[in-house]
């Protein structure tokens, strides 16, 4: 089956500072590329839906500049969490689309970001 | 609006008792819609499609427009279903994207 990673599993970084997750498809090229956010206990919250070769889309209340979304190739796209606070640290989740299959979506393990 | 409503936080069964979980959505398209579980340190994972009309791992998920309604279901609940399960709805209105619902807890006991 499709398979999508990301990296780090999990990161600590200061205040101020910026940190990058990587997500992969690994066996299948992966057109969209879909950024959740997940707080402890709650559901899941698209963040920004990115498209290889495009800019992201992101959604309402998300910030583009804090949350830089890249998706230079079809199998990586990568979110750069910008001059990070205490209140960004979560869980993010992404997830990926290929350009056949309409419904399926295949999610990654997620990153554990704590802002300090 | 679009939305997915999952009433219950925690539903607690005993094994080998029937379980439910409850979804409802509001959509004014044609609903797509899924059940993803997401098992003790696992990633996410899609467990039901609508339009499969499958059974997996005993679930069952009929799509109900009248109630508007996709409840999941199971006759016989076991200790392994204990899990976290997101019912979710694709739309494609300003482009496609998946609207989760806030999750039910499943825990199964012995």
Redesign the interface.
């Known amino acids: 089956g499709a398979v999508v990673s990301q990296h780090p599993s999990w990161v600590i970084c200061k205040s101020g500072t910026s940190v990058k997750i990587e997500c992969r498809s690994l066996d299948f090229q992966a057109t969209?590329m879909?950024w959740y956010r997940q707080f402890p206990k709650?559901?899941?919250?698209?963040m920004a839906?990115s498209n290889e070769g495009s800019k992201a889309?992101y959604e309402q209340g998300v910030e583009k500049d804090k949350f830089l979304i890249n998706h230079a190739s079809l199998t990586l796209s990568t979110l750069t969490v910008t001059s990070a606070h205490p209140e960004d640290s979560s869980f993010y989740?992404c997830?990926a689309?290929g350009s056949g299959g309409r419904?399926?979506?295949y999610?990654?393990?997620?990153t554990r970001l704590t802002v300090t | 609006a679009q939305r997915v409503t999952q009433p219950e936080k925690l539903l607690s069964v005993f094994k080998g008792a029937p379980v439910e979980l409850k979804c409802n959505y509001s959509y004014s398209g044609s609903p797509?819609l899924?059940w993803y579980v997401q098992y003790s340190r696992?990633?996410?994972?899609?467990l039901l499609?609508h339009?499969s009309r499958e059974s997996i791992k005993g679930f069952t998920a009929d799509l109900n427009k009248g109630e508007t309604s996709f409840h999941l279901k199971k006759p016989f609940a076991q200790e392994e279903d204990s899990a976290m399960y997101?019912c979710a709805l694709?739309t494609d209105t300003g482009?496609?994207?998946?609207?989760?619902?806030?999750?039910t807890r499943l825990f199964v006991k012995a």
């Not at chain 1, 709650?42 to 698209?46: C, E, F, K, R, V």
């Open positions: 969209t879909f709650q559901s899941l919250m698209l839906t889309t989740i997830s689309r419904y399926e979506q999610f990654g393990p997620g | 797509e899924f696992q990633r996410l994972q899609l499609r339009i997101y694709n482009g496609f994207k998946t609207i989760f619902g806030a999750g």
